[in-house]
């Protein structure tokens, strides 16, 4: 089980958070389901009542919560569990479909009138939307690990490694979101996606710890006695690599 059920500390938040990340990824996922409208037996007049439903339980939830464990009426544990859980599975749908809607070719399309328009009269949102569509074979990769990081959430044992793989690609397109003025519903479907990945990976903070601090390598290092000379060269990596830079610029602004 996540070590976000058994530690007590600070345990009110938690269930804020926990219950708080569980209805926006929720509700993100009923947005996709929404398409925009564009599909008839789920129209907006019943999806965003249904989203102000649940981020409304979302908030008030904890309280209720609270006052049930309060009273030793609710089993806590069980309840982080689960909610711990749907963000895994509502996570996992939502990233699938997208994954599923590149292989298919219903994401990266760009209207004719749009595309034959010269680069410097495109919107960053077009722009974007062209360069990753112009290699299909690209989608398919960025397909393949928003599906098979997807699967790794299903399984309890693999949840950290696909929560880093996704965090690391969503937080990507989060950053393209944003400083290329992609339309607001990527952009909300991104950052509540990347918050939900957060989420997992920090829910298995000890675990992440002692595999990044201790783990021992199994290559050699080299052994300086003097620690001043190993951090020269550490610090001649970032220096030497800027001044070729520098070099390089000055040739070109000749």
């Known amino acids: 089980m996540t070590n976000l059920v058994f530690d007590k500390k600070n345990l009110f938040a938690r269930k804020i958070v926990t219950t708080l990340i569980s209805g926006l990824t929720i509700s993100a996922l009923i947005l996709v389901i929404g398409n925009g ?28 919560w609270q006052k049930l464990e309060n009273k030793q009426k ?9 909610l711990y ?8 749908i939502n990233l699938i479909s997208f994954g599923w809607k590149k292989i298919f070719g219903l994401q990266f399309l760009v209207p004719s009138e749009i595309a034959i328009l010269p ?14 569509g112009y290699s299909d074979t690209f989608g398919v990769i960025i397909a393949s690990i928003q599906i098979f990081g997807s699967i790794l959430l299903l399984y309890r044992k693999t949840v950290l490694v696909g929560s880093l ?11 393209i979101n944003i ?28 675990k992440l710890k002692q595999f990044l601090y201790s783990s021992d390598t199994i290559f050699p290092s080299l052994q300086f006695q003097n620690i001043i000379i190993k951090n020269v060269i550490r610090v001649s990596v970032l220096i030497v ?14």
Do not use: H
């Not at 609710?74 to 689960?82: A, E, R, V, Y």
């Not at 859980?85 to 996992?92: D, M």
């Open 37 to 64: 409208g564009n599909i008839i037996w789920f129209p907006p007049v019943v999806v965003f009542p249904l989203v102000a439903l649940i981020l409304l339980t979302s908030l008030v939830f904890p309280i209720i």
């Open 74 to 82: 609710i089993d806590s544990n069980k309840t982080f569990g689960l």
């Open 85 to 92: 859980s749907l963000v895994r599975f509502v996570i996992a």
């Open 119 to 132: 680069m410097n009269q495109q919107s960053g949102e077009w722009l974007t939307w062209f360069y990753f």
């Open 165 to 175: 793989t996704l965090f690391s690609l969503m937080l990507n397109l989060t950053l």
């Open 179 to 206: 400083f290329y003025k992609m339309n607001l519903g990527a952009l909300l479907q991104s950052v509540i996606l990347t918050f939900g990945l957060l989420f997992l990976i920090l829910s298995d903070y000890k």
């Open 241 to 254: 690599s800027l001044i070729f830079t520098i070099y390089l610029k000055t040739l070109l602004s000749r």
